[in-house]
């Protein structure tokens, strides 16, 4: 009788210490914690052209964002840097590679996008390389305010040669390449778009 009443007493301690290690790794979220710092980029890319691209493209850093909106942007501006960056590969590749059929607009059409491309690159890298020196501008301050508008200016003019590619093509014939450049350069514009909206949140806070 002993024996089983010492058992018992065992089991029931070793239950109460597997609670207390569930309690212990899995913990109440918090602030800070990655279902908090989701639910602030849900939020944030709800003020964009194009909320759920923003989300799907920007969640996997919500670790690194931490409520942040300067952070978020920044991050939103990596991903268009090289999201851009992809699409100058894809069109250099076809440049050599692509067969233009009879249509002889499409090749000019082809290589002015790809130099548009590579303009929005620069300027979209200008952006980002601006926005990581914030961590050591004041809040509020007449430089933080200048650095800003540098950065709203580079991603304006980027999305606008974003844009400038797809209208070269609006002469060119229909047909598989039309199709495959205007949507890849689409998909970019949207996250530069987006992009752009979180750095014009950070703007009229005029914070850090």
């Known amino acids: 009788m002993y024996t089983t009443k010492l058992m018992t007493t065992h089991f029931l301690l070793f239950q109460l210490s597997l609670i207390s290690l569930l309690f212990l790794f899995h913990p109440t979220p918090t602030v800070g914690s990655p279902s908090n710092d989701t639910d602030f980029i849900r939020t944030s890319c709800g003020t964009t052209l194009y909320p759920d691209v923003c989300y799907t493209s920007l969640s996997r850093y919500a670790s690194a964002v931490q409520n942040n909106s300067a952070h978020l942007a920044k991050v939103a501006i990596g991903v268009s840097l090289a999201r851009a960056r992809r699409l100058a590969d894809y069109l250099s590749n076809i440049s050599r590679q692509a067969d233009y059929g009879a249509d002889p607009r499409a090749p000019p059409a082809l290589h002015d ?78 996250v530069t778009s987006n992009a752009l909206a979180l750095v014009n949140r950070v703007a009229e806070k005029g914070a850090p």
Do not use: H
């Open 113 to 190: 996008c790809l130099s548009t491309i590579g303009d929005a690159i620069d300027q979209i890298r200008d952006s980002l390389k601006q926005i990581r020196q914030l961590g050591s501008t004041s809040r509020g301050s007449s430089s933080l305010r200048f650095q800003m508008s540098n950065v709203q200016t580079w991603m304006s003019a980027a999305l606008t040669n974003e844009e400038t590619c797809t209208d070269g093509f609006y002469n060119v014939a229909e047909g598989p390449l039309k199709t495959d450049v205007s949507k890849r350069v689409e998909d970019v514009k949207k």
